[in-house]
């Protein structure tokens, strides 16, 4: 689950992590009295999406050159006409792709005197089951960019949870960002609160870039990004409240209500699969037969026939699906309730598109006799490599 910069920096304030203040405003007309509350004599106005690169980001419609999502201005004047400019505007920037993200909040918050600006984040590193950090002095840069140009600049290590943050961790941030005296306990500092924060919270990834220095000499997380693992939230009711919808995509949403692991993505073919590795493998393999997958949905080992059904509504209201492919291994879920569960959810729902069916494993014969009888224009197939070159061939030629 993602959270917004300004909800990012209220957690990390929690932990008495440095960050500048500012005030988050809904509407336009809130921008004066946030202006205000600040005092200035700079402020800076901050479209708050799920994505990076609001800085260099366009509006839609929006004359070339026009500024960016985040703008810095010396006038209460200016923040009220940027406000007005950008709430409820479409911001595209690299990370939204041409659909872009409508702004349905701002940011308003005090400028800052910056001396040197710097990279640090934290992620789950899964090879060691650790918590990394990745350290760089190329801040307010993409991180990616500066991995594929400068790699020499990027400095990463993993803390051991049976210590946690240890001093040489602190002396490792402060030299590779090159701080000394005053300013390296600083950085020591920031570094323990960090992954007190990061393991606290059950976060699983936490990005500051930039990290900066101001012109008084110390340390301030100038942005702020955070991901937390969705696994844990139970433990995370506050964290739980932070959750924007609008940002998310409506057919994820109604996933997440009956726990099924779907992710949209962009292609025609819908699956429905059950078990992670499973799911991969068929998005894999109709790519290789030169279609896209149009979803990731894994419907779990046990799921129920109100599940199966679910998923396939989820599936059928995607507009961009040409055609759908099941493809069930029936372990511990058994044939004949994905059976029951797909008639269930066609007979509910309707189907317009080409339907192909791969059952293998428990039941499989009562399965398979469910859909055979149905009465519904569905495709069988006897194995995966089957199925796929069926679906692709029923989308092509449909």
């Not at 809130?30 to 366009?58: C, F, N, Y």
């Not at 506050?238 to 949209?264: H, M, P």
């Not at 194995?383 to 692709?392: E, G, M, S, Y």
Request: charged fraction near 25%; proline fraction near 3%; aromatic fraction near 6%.
């Amino acid at each position: 689950m993602n959270i917004h910069e300004y909800q990012a920096k209220a957690v990390l304030k929690e932990f008495g992590l440095p960050v500048s203040r500012g005030v988050p405003i809904f509407k336009a007309e809130e921008a004066e009295a946030a202006a205000r509350e600040l005092g200035g004599p700079v402020w800076v106005v901050k479209s708050q999406i799920h994505a990076g690169g609001r800085g260099k980001g366009t509006f839609k419609g929006a004359p070339a050159g026009a500024k960016g999502g985040v703008r810095v201005t010396k006038s209460i004047d200016e923040v009220k006409q940027f406000a007005g400019e950008m709430l409820g505007e479409t911001l595209v920037t690299i990370q939204t792709g041409e659909a872009g993200k409508q702004v349905n909040r701002l940011y308003i918050e005090e400028g800052a005197q910056i001396e040197a600006e710097f990279y640090l984040s934290m992620l789950v590193d899964r090879e060691t089951g650790k918590v990394a950090f990745v350290v760089s002095t190329e801040g307010g840069m993409d991180i990616e960019t500066v991995a594929h140009e400068t790699p020499e600049k990027i400095v990463t290590f993993s803390v051991d949870p049976a210590t946690g943050v240890m001093p040489h961790h602190g002396r490792l941030v402060a030299k590779t960002l090159g701080l000394t005296g005053p300013q390296a306990k600083e950085a020591g500092d920031l570094v323990t609160r960090l992954y007190t924060a990061f393991t606290a919270k059950d976060m699983s990834m936490l990005e500051i870039n930039p990290l900066v220095l101001t012109g008084d000499g110390h340390l301030k997380c100038l942005d702020a990004k955070i991901s937390f693992d969705s696994n844990a939230l139970y433990r995370h009711p506050d964290i739980v409240a932070l959750r924007d919808e609008t940002e998310e995509d409506a057919k994820e949403i109604e996933a997440s209500k009956y726990d099924l692991a779907y992710i949209a993505l962009d292609g025609t073919i819908g699956c429905m699969v059950n078990g992670a590795g499973l799911a991969m493998a068929t998005l894999d393999i109709i790519k290789l037969y030169g279609e896209e997958p149009a979803n990731f949905l894994d419907v779990g080992g046990g799921a129920s026939e109100e599940k199966v059904t679910a998923a396939f509504k989820i599936i059928t209201a995607d507009p961009q699906v040409k055609g759908i492919l099941v493809n069930i291994f029936g372990g511990i879920m058994k044939c004949d309730v994905i059976a029951r569960g797909v008639i269930a959810a066609v007979k509910a729902v309707g189907l317009q598109v080409p339907l192909v069916v791969r059952l293998e494993g428990t039941n499989v014969e009562q399965g398979k006799d469910i859909i055979r009888n149905s009465g519904l224009n569905v495709i069988s197939a006897d194995d995966l490599d089957d199925a796929a070159q069926k679906i692709v061939a029923a989308v092509k030629k449909g």
